[in-house]
């Protein structure tokens, strides 16, 4: 299952990934408390994981609805929610809304699986990965986008009721179909990223997402010298938040690590999530963003 792994020395690409983030930074002119922070993302992701169990319709998914809303309207983001129910449950996605222009969608769901799929059916699953690095990435570009170098504007969707799929009738990805087939608006892209914070990342090409958009992301990957998790080889095809908006024509990818074992199991908990992990992601889709039209 696991691919091998590039023989460069850990630190030696570290150090060449710092070397040219600062030179593409510099290039850009970037005050350094602009660039993506790992360690601020991670503490995103312990700010959900204090919340407790996150599932849709439970308090503690309301509450990280409302501190999500509130680190965005902090951070200077409109914001809006998109409420409807879904057996008798009431369901809530949060869009945050910087810039002009053309759309793009930048997603992540944030409801944890109520029920781990091994165990005691009545356990329900953490998320540190699935759900909270997704959340915890998109909110630490809300802080750390350069508003002044974006050439479009910028959504930053928070999808509820994903992960509840096959649970007592229930469908995966529920808030991601809502947003998608109630579009005012047609975004030019989605980029969804879920369960990306596994410290032991491998990001493959996924054959559901759009080759052209991919290809330009795991590029950039290699720009900043992430060759080792952005991986450029199809490994899964997965149904996740960005399949609905690819059925709507747009333009969409998923950025996931699914070779993740605790996935949907007890152990989804905050150690095994890392800052480096969110912190290749965020960067990628950050110089993706600002460096767009350079
Ligand atoms: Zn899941």
Redesign the pocket.
Known sequence: MRQSRNSQHPFASLLLASCILALLLAACGKPESLVFDGAAAYAHVEAQCDLGFRPTGSDAGWATGDYIISYLEEQGWTVETEEFTYHDVPVRNIVGRVGEGPVIVLGAHYDT?RSADEENPSVP?M?AN??ASGVAVLLELARALDRDKLQQQVWLAFFDA??NGRLDGWEWCVGSSYMATHLEIMPEAVVVVD?IGDADQQLFLERNSDPALQERLWEIGATLAYTDTFISQYRWAMYDDHVPFAQQGIPAVDIIDFDYPY??TTQDTRDKVSAESLERVGRVVEVWLEGMDD
């Open positions: 699986r699953v998320g699935d759900g994903e992960d369960m996935w949907h």
